[in-house]
């Protein structure tokens, strides 16, 4: 009976694997958490990226560790259902979907919120319910498509976010005065460092 279920098709590749990696990184926390941290910061602020990277490694040590030793599908939910029982993998998926919807809402609105800087009537309800129909639908019929077309629009969304961020940084380069980057008081860094941590 286990030798007839049906397998999953690996239709994921390694740069599609690294490209969903990116996207799930690079989101608000990137394009909008910067502004907030830097404000706390000032200079310094991206110590507490290079801290919290840091910590986020650790993470990803443990999972890199557990997917070698159970290597069914589902990530996350099999790992903590195998070791710590169904109940804790079913609250762990219950979550993880919860926040993935949340997260997903949150960057659509900061997206419109955006744009409404630029377009002021962008900010009326009935246009915001419309875009958001609008995105998700595109999202979601890509996706109905299948996983091959769904990871090729993966991996030109981050070929977009990228751009910039490349941009950012060598223009950047150029123009810092890196005598500017003093730290600020220690209690201050490991409260936002901290802040950064989980938000990511």
């Known amino acids: 009976m286990e030798n007839n279920r049906p397998k999953l098709k690996r239709a994921i590749d390694l740069w599609g694997l690294s490209s969903n990696i990116i996207n799930i990184v690079i989101g608000a926390g990137i394009f909008v958490m910067p502004a907030i941290i830097a404000e706390k910061l000032g200079a310094s602020s991206s110590i507490a990226y290079f801290v919290c990277a840091f910590l986020i490694s650790l993470i990803m040590l443990c999972y890199a560790e557990i997917g070698s030793k159970i290597t069914a599908s589902e990530g996350t939910y099999t790992y903590i259902e195998r070791t710590l029982g169904p109940y804790y993998g079913f609250v762990s998926l ?29 900010k009326q309800l009935w246009i915001k319910i419309t875009f958001f129909i609008i995105l998700f639908g595109i999202m979601g019929t890509i996706n109905y498509f299948g996983v091959e077309e769904g990871i090729r629009f993966v991996k030109a969304i981050t070929i977009i976010k990228l751009t910039p961020l490349i941009l950012i940084i060598l223009l950047g380069t150029i ?26």
């Not at 919807?101 to 900061?110: H, P, R």
């Not at 201050?188 to 938000?199: Q, R, S």
Request: glycine share 2%; proline share 4%.
């Open 94 to 122: 219950f979550l993880f979907l919860l926040a993935t919807i949340s997260a997903d809402a949150a960057v659509a609105n900061t997206i419109i919120d955006l744009l409404g800087t630029f377009f002021p009537y962008l």
């Open 175 to 200: 123009e810092t005065n890196f005598n500017l980057y003093l730290l600020p008081l220690f209690k201050y860094l490991l409260n936002w460092t901290y802040i950064i941590h989980w938000y990511t």
